[in-house]
């Protein structure tokens, strides 16, 4: 038998060595293709996954999924339906600690798919105690169960009854930010498989299959939420938000299985259990790297800027361009589809275009594109639910392009080793800009007066230029991303490896980063319990009208 070698962390044979090799991209005998194809459907697990996580955990995040029933049937107000993608989230920032987990805590011999699994169980759980909630009656009467009288409030408690739901909701998506750990963990390790001129063909590939659970998701959810409750058309339609709820239940199930029988997780290195005191050494030197203290701030500062929307967009949506479910599926579906062509066309000729210089242009065009569209949707230049879905289509593939941007840079960043941490420490950051987005959309949103439902209604000169003045003034704060961006990130990734080398290490960066972590962490759980408590939603640092 050949003489084992052992190295930081990694116990090999040396018929494994060769495999090694792929950390200086070189050449290895392991050819992740050969087993990752088209040809073995029965090893595409983890591309699968990408569908089923997309189903379920994108309707948290994804205007089309959420509208119908916080927006429309609950009516909750504009700056607690804002703050629902942070609310949902808010055990997302957890992930740092299932990476600990999946890169010391192997669970019979794998690092990966059987944390996959485990999320599918937690959301199990939680899709199916859903289920047995009370359903609360709609905010405004529906007469004859076909018209929508905006004139009689049935239900004033709607909003707060529907809390429930975001309650248990969060934990199911708990679950699922467990399974997305640990298979962007799984695509991180694909990704160090594969030769240089293909980098970045996994979370490619991973962002299509994602595409396509989302395509199911607007389906799914433009036929049954259609009924006049949830701002549709279809009068006698039987299905509730409950049900659609069962569906994710099921979904849940596949999951569990596709990630214990389906999922391939390439054995490159044959890791032993490694202690967590170990891992927090290791992480912690690695966090001494200017260049990852930068990435992090990056994770932070972009999306908090960025993804701020003003409280009147969806009210805008409601009230004025009109928007029903199915029309907003079918749109869902044409933008997916989109997605999907850009994803591919980015895959064939943009994998080694500057980071740089593909996001600053993406960004840009979307908040013109966004700007146009609002501007004459607001003046009543043309009211139109069909022009108002222009936002969307224009947008989506600079949408899934930028994003694809940060989540290569963030596969690039991890060590070997350490991927499962760093990716869920950097997703746990971009989580706690999530809470941060929305104040600062809120907050540049709450001298305009724009969360209810009675400026819109009204529709005067003077509200359409205080709804438009919330536009604008978060599109400014939008565009203020893109200095840091430019300013912190790297061009591309030669340009990371030779930033660890010369802009060196700082502990005392190290600690400062550690400490404003975990002040950031503090913030989103108390922001987000906030928001959830009848008593303090209507705060202004929340986006209220002020208690």
């Not at 409030?153 to 998506?173: C, E, F, K, Q, R």
């Not at 467990?178 to 970045?200: C, F, M, N, Q, W």
Request: proline share 4%; charged share 15%; net charge neutral.
């Amino acid at each position: 038998m050949s003489p084992e070698k052992t190295f930081e962390g990694v116990t090999t044979t040396d018929n494994r060595i060769e495999q090694l090799k792929v950390k200086n991209n070189e050449e290895a005998p392991f050819e992740l293709y050969d087993h990752v194809t088209w040809r073995k459907p029965q090893n595409l697990g983890l591309f699968y996954d990408k569908v089923l996580q997309a189903f379920t955990h994108k309707m948290t995040y994804i205007k089309v999924a959420t509208y119908p029933f916080f927006g429309v049937y609950l009516n909750l107000p504009g700056h607690m339906y804002a703050a629902l993608t942070s609310i949902f989230q808010m055990f997302w920032s957890l992930k740092f600690f299932w990476g600990f987990l999946s890169d010391s805590r192997p669970i019979r011999g794998k690092n990966r798919i059987y944390y996959m699994a485990l999320g599918w169980l937690v959301s199990i759980f939680g899709y199916g105690a859903a289920c047995f909630l009370p359903y609360p009656e709609p905010y405004y009467a529906v007469d004859n169960n076909c018209f929508v009288n905006r004139t009689l409030v049935s239900n004033p408690d709607a909003p707060t009854s529907g809390m429930l739901y975001i309650a248990v909701m969060t934990v199911s998506v708990f679950g699922v930010g467990i399974t997305d750990l640990a298979s962007d963990a799984l695509v991180v390790d694909y990704i160090k498989l594969e030769p240089p001129k293909h980098r970045g063909k996994a979370n490619i590939f991973a962002s299509i299959f994602s595409t396509i659970g989302a395509i199911i998701l607007f389906l799914i959810m433009g036929l049954m939420l259609n009924s006049p409750a949830y701002g549709g058309q279809f009068c006698d339609l039987p299905f509730t938000f409950q049900h659609v709820l069962f569906i994710f239940f099921l979904v849940s199930v596949l999951g569990l299985l596709n990630s214990s029988f389906l999922t391939l997780e390439p054995e490159k290195v044959n890791r032993v259990r490694t202690s967590l005191s170990t891992i927090v050494m290791n992480f912690w030197d690695f966090m001494q790297l200017r260049v990852f203290q930068r990435c992090a701030l990056i994770f932070v500062l972009v999306p908090a800027l960025f993804n701020a929307k003003s409280s009147a967009i969806v009210k805008i949506r409601k009230n004025w361009a009109k928007v029903d479910p199915v029309m907003g599926s079918l749109n869902g579906v044409a933008m997916a589809f989109l997605v999907v062509i850009g994803m591919f066309i980015t895959q064939k000729y943009f994998l080694n275009v500057s980071w740089r210089k593909f996001f600053c242009i993406t960004k840009v065009y979307i908040v013109g594109v966004a700007l146009v569209v609002e501007s004459v949707t607001i003046f009543d230049i043309l009211r139109s639910q069909y022009f108002y879905f222009a936002e969307d289509l224009l947008s989506s593939v600079a949408y899934a392009v930028s994003f694809f941007i940060m989540l290569q840079l963030a596969a690039e960043i991890s060590e070997e080793g350490l991927e499962a941490l760093t990716f869920g420490m950097l997703m746990t950051n971009w989580t706690i800009s999530g809470s941060f987005s929305v104040i600062i959309g809120n907050l540049l949103s709450a001298p305009f007066n724009v969360i209810n439902d009675d400026r819109y209604l009204s529709d005067t000169l003077e509200d359409r230029w205080m709804v438009f003045g919330s536009v604008f003034c978060v599109s400014c704060a939008n565009l203020a991303s893109l200095p840091i961006f430019l300013w912190l990130c790297p061009k591309d990734r030669e340009d990371l490896a030779s930033q660890k080398e010369k802009l060196g290490r700082s502990k005392f960066q190290a600690k400062l980063y550690v400490i404003c972590f975990c002040i950031g962490y503090a913030f989103i759980f108390v922001f987000n319990v906030l928001i959830m408590v009848p008593s303090t939603q209507c705060l202004q640092v929340l986006g209220g009208n002020g208690c």
